[in-house]
């Protein structure tokens, strides 16, 4: 049974910086799709970041440069970097994970609140 983690959420003021981490317990191919999708109150769940075995990293284009994504194969972790951020980046922040064999798995998110 594979399960996802997120840490690292928290709250910070605008400009600030936070780093989030899902870590990924079971097994699972190689062959895999990871990244991180947020919901902010009242809103859709929307992509941030992904990163998929053997490709490089996709922003939303409202990133804008100040997230990055990157994985720890070693120890089946998944970071989001974020820096800059903004009041209406304020969302729960769930981590991703589809692979070959087992489908699709969400972590059960992080809470993440920047103030003014």
């Known amino acids: 049974q594979v399960q996802l983690v997120e840490s690292g959420g928290g709250l910070v003021q605008a400009g600030g910086s936070l780093r989030l981490s899902c870590v990924v317990s079971?097994?699972?191919?190689?062959?895999?799709?990871m990244g991180w999708y947020r919901q902010a109150p009242g809103k859709q769940r929307e992509l941030v970041a992904t990163?998929?075995?053997?490709?490089?990293?996709y922003y939303a284009d409202w990133v804008r440069g100040r997230f990055t994504i990157s994985r720890d194969n070693a120890k089946n972790t998944l970071h989001l970097q974020m820096s800059s951020l903004e009041p209406v980046d304020t969302a729960v922040y769930y981590c991703?994970?589809?692979?070959?064999?087992?489908?699709?798995?969400w972590g059960q998110g992080t809470q993440v609140t920047v103030s003014s």
């Open positions: 991703y994970l589809n692979a070959q064999g087992i489908g699709s798995h």
């Open positions: 079971g097994s699972f191919s190689s062959t895999n799709f």
């Open positions: 990163l998929s075995s053997g490709t490089g990293p």
